[in-house]
């Protein structure tokens, strides 16, 4: 009896220990999967107090880009007001000068048309482009009125040139009457066309025509062969006696 208490005592007291084994590794393992659990969540806020820095950061820039973008557009919106104020100022002044451009060119146009024919086409061309884009307003009065004035300096320079060329001619008012020749003017006085050795003729207007009129002096000749020779060396200065054109309605 007294053995079969003992042996249930032993029993219960090694079963007692083995239960007591099995709580611990359960509980360490509990603690193990918790201390992973916290590692993760520590890691897990790690990175999202990292993600939500960024996005701060980058609400930031946002917000610098955003406020510059409304600088930008102020800015912008009173240089349109300011440009359209100018426009509209333009579109006043255009009111008032451009009758005066109109009139200047016309002017000019007629000084062209009634002085030698050298290159008159090219300068009467010129002074109808300024007209048109003043009339469009592709520039402005003022823009056209300065390059008017610079029409008429270079026609104040053609007045004083002395010169050989080349320039078409219209002799009779017909274009088909144009043709190239070789040509001394002096100023815009007198022209004076080469059209071979020994052969020369002169411009003259007769009944608001350029006809070329045949020059049979010797002398005259002479002296228009050594004119030619003379300003195609670029000897400028010399004693000719050359026949000047007649004023239309007098005789020559």
Known sequence: MVALVAALLVSTTAGGKTGLEQKAAELAKLRSDLDLLEADLRAERTRGQSALRTLETRRSSLSMQLDAERVRSRTARKKLEQMQSQLEERKGRSQVFLPVVEAAADKLSAVVREGLPFHRDERLAAIEEIRIKARTGRIDPETAGSRLWQLIEDEVRLT????????????????????????????????????????????????????????????????????????????????????LPPVEGRTP
């Open 160 to 243: 004083g040139e002395i010169a050989r060329t080349k320039v078409p001619i219209s002799l009779d008012g017909k274009d088909a009457s144009r043709r190239l020749v070789d040509v001394v003017r002096i100023g815009m006085v007198a022209m004076f066309v080469r059209h071979e050795p020994g052969r020369f003729s002169r411009l003259v207007r007769r009944e608001g025509a350029w006809q070329q009129e045949p020059i049979q002096d010797v002398r005259t000749i002479d002296q228009l062969e050594a004119l030619f020779d003379a300003v195609s060396k670029q000897v400028l200065q010399g004693d000719y006696s050359l026949p």
